[in-house]
């Protein structure tokens, strides 16, 4: 049996980056070439129904055990990885942690500073990059642990219900489940595996939405331009510092929300700022996107008409209202982790994943630790003890759901 260590180590080298501004479906080609090399994989498994359907997600079935009448699983996992920090030519490498600085490159290391939680892992192999790329354990290291607990159930005879597993493409850009159809995927209940730390489970996460600003102005020659110029960098400069200065992702932990400034562009006759928008609670959700109308009617004022456009789009919802009520989701995957001997870390996820989708389309899917940390960025890492045991739960629940 091939193990979630080198199955991951294989998974990274691939370029699977998603993006946004495409607007195609998948977004990119290259996450079809991961796809591809993993309907392979489950074709060799002997798994049914391997295909890849339109928006390049990758399925397959895992029939019941013989005699087990039992809910149908899904194990979800998304192949993309995020366009924050490059994920061509990844090239992870396996250091034994000892404590301390741990260097990536001359220039480049992790630190409990500013990788809260390092030190926990002293003594524990670690897969780290080589500090100029994103890793890609969001969220291949969910990947190859699905792959590898799919394996030992049919090597082992583990004892299950049907399983369906389901590879996407776009999770990282907010269409992680474009194309899928729920009614037709006929699964009771699923569980994302792309999480973090040790023992995390996740069945809350924010509300969320992206906002383009989009700034007109009017050129003309600096000499001549009193009352006539207007200078769309400096009125996208306005409108941002309108926004609360605490509500930011460096200021805010927990449930608290904020105002994300991702990208931004401008000129005297152009500007364009991107945000993405987050909070767990739906009534300050929904005072944060009237926040950013507000600014820009109060700078329509100043301006003009149509040199200020705002652009609002919900992503996804907070997924804890569809998860509740179904306790067992929750009960079964804490049961999962005690029986691998990893008490469970329950708190909200400070993002979303394509469980919170897939949960208001009708099927509730909790979230599960992975061992990746630091995602989207060089500092991520990803800890091998703590894949073991994400593999160990994925069985638990297997056993758990065929009783």
Request: some cysteine; hydrophobic content about 40%.
């Amino acid at each position: 049996m091939e193990s979630a260590k080198s199955r991951f180590l294989r998974y990274v080298t691939y370029y699977t980056t998603s993006d946004e501004f495409t607007g195609t479906s998948p977004s990119t080609e290259r996450q079809k070439d991961l796809g591809r090399a993993l309907m392979q994989e489950l074709e060799a498994l002997k798994l049914e129904d391997v295909h890849m359907d339109d928006c390049g997600n990758v399925l397959a079935t895992l029939p019941a055990s013989k005699g087990v009448d039992a809910p149908v699983i899904a194990l979800i996992a998304h192949m993309d990885t995020a366009p924050d920090a490059s994920g061509e030519n990844v090239k992870p490498r396996l250091v034994r942690y000892e404590g301390g600085e741990l260097k990536l490159n001359d220039t480049v290391s992790l630190t409990e500073a500013l990788c809260p939680g390092l030190e926990s892992h002293v003594g524990e192999e670690l897969i780290v990059t080589d500090g100029t790329t994103l890793l890609g354990a969001d969220d291949k290291a969910g990947v190859a642990e699905i792959m590898a607990a799919v394996e030992t159930m049919i090597e082992k005879n583990v004892k299950h219900g049907e399983v369906r597993v389901i590879f996407t493409t776009d999770e990282e850009i907010g269409n992680g489940v474009d194309g899928l159809d729920v009614q037709e995927l006929g699964c009771d209940y699923g569980y994302t595996v792309d999480g973090g730390p040790l023992g995390e489970i996740e069945f809350e996460n924010f509300n969320a939405a992206s906002a383009v600003l989009t700034v007109h102005g009017v050129g003309v020659h600096p000499g001549s331009a009193k009352n006539v110029m207007i200078n769309a960098a400096t009125a996208a400069m306005a409108f941002h510092a309108m926004l609360p200065e605490d509500e930011v992702p460096e200021k805010t932990d927990g449930y608290e929300g904020f105002f994300h400034l991702t990208e931004m562009s401008g000129s005297v006759t152009e500007a364009t700022l991107r945000y993405i928008i987050r909070d767990h609670d739906t009534a300050k959700f929904e005072q944060k996107k009237s926040y950013l109308w507000s600014a820009v009617d109060l700078l329509t004022k100043k301006y003009g008409d149509g040199v200020l456009t705002l652009t609002l789009k919900d992503q996804y919802f907070n997924m804890r209202k569809m998860v509740e009520p179904h306790p067992q989701l929750i009960d079964k995957a804490m049961e999962a982790m005690r029986m691998a001997g990893v008490e469970p870390l329950v708190r909200p996820i400070r993002g979303g994943t394509d469980g919170a989708r897939l949960s208001f389309m009708g099927l509730p899917c909790p979230n599960l630790f992975t061992g990746g940390m630091n995602f989207h960025g060089k500092f991520e890492y990803c800890s091998l003890t703590t894949m073991r045991k994400a593999v160990q739960v994925i069985l638990n629940l297997a056993q758990l759901w065929a009783k």
